[in-house]
């Protein structure tokens, strides 16, 4: 008799209208595997959509960071954003890292790159600014010794609230394990608005804070005063000198259940 119990209150969950399976789920891929259609590209001290050197790239289905037509690097930060902006969603990247960093490339950007949300768009960027005012989940590899976790946060022209604090410092570090070859690594961002942000790499959520709002350094003219709380953004990857390839950037948008 309870066996049967416990049969019907499974089935009747599973059947209970608006919950959705993971396979029902309408994810989107933002990178379609064929070209960089939808995407705004820019460098600092190059104009808007010049892809300089031909650094992001799509090969073999894949979108991929390239400095071998590259000489050398002088602080000529990168990144493409996806041209639509979102608020409550789910984000999914599976990137590798790959190669040598560019010469001229800084100690620092060994191995990293990341993706920016909550993001300013790329035609608000100065001719010169080098990061989007953003929130940033950091993607770090590391090297033979020593731990170097990735999906960190860091903070361009922003802070958040930590364990109940607001959290000024630049970056913090995650729980993640270290990643030191050229193995494919999933990281997820759940992200609700301004309510809730999970970091999760590989399945196991990884880093969890709140409230992310203007704060810090800006750019000359920026707009928004200190304290905003950022609601939405756009989504943009990275390009700071160290190969990388994305072969996955879908995302299941979760506005119209926070409406």
């Not at 300013?120 to 590391?142: C, H, K, N, T, Y």
């Not at 958040?160 to 913090?172: E, N, Q, S």
């Not at 992200?191 to 709002?213: A, F, M, N």
Request: charged share 25%; proline share 5%; glycine share 8%.
């Amino acid at each position: 008799m309870r066996y049967t119990a416990f049969l019907f209150l499974i089935l009747l969950v599973a059947c209970k209208p608006g919950v959705k399976t993971q396979e029902e789920e309408n994810w989107i891929p933002l990178f379609n595997g064929t070209d960089l259609e939808g995407w705004d590209i820019k460098f600092a001290k190059h104009p808007l959509n010049e892809n300089f050197n031909n650094t992001f790239r799509v090969e073999d289905g894949k979108l991929v960071v390239r400095y071998d037509e590259w000489d050398s690097m002088d602080e000529e930060f990168g990144h493409i954003f996806y041209r639509k902006p979102f608020s409550y969603y789910k984000l999914r990247i599976e990137y590798r890292i790959v190669g040598d960093q560019a010469t001229g490339g800084p100690a620092w950007a060994f191995k990293n790159s990341g993706v920016m949300f909550h993001s300013q768009s790329a035609v608000s960027m100065l001719p010169d600014q080098r990061f989007p005012v953003s929130i940033e989940a950091q993607f770090l590899g590391g090297d033979s010794v020593g731990d170097r976790p990735t999906a960190n946060l860091c903070t361009p022209g922003t802070h958040v609230v930590l364990d109940g604090k607001l959290h000024t410092p630049h970056c913090i570090s995650s729980s993640s394990k270290t990643y030191r070859g050229e193995e494919w690594v999933n990281v997820e961002l759940v992200v609700l608005g301004h309510e809730i942000i999970h970091h999760i790499v590989d399945g196991d959520t990884v880093l969890t804070y709140s409230k992310p709002q203007i704060g810090g350094d800006l750019p000359e003219g920026f707009p928004l005063i200190e304290g905003t709380l950022l609601e939405s953004g756009y989504i943009a990857l990275q390009a700071e000198s160290h190969p990388f390839e994305f072969r996955k950037v879908e995302i299941l948008d979760l506005s119209d259940q926070y409406e």
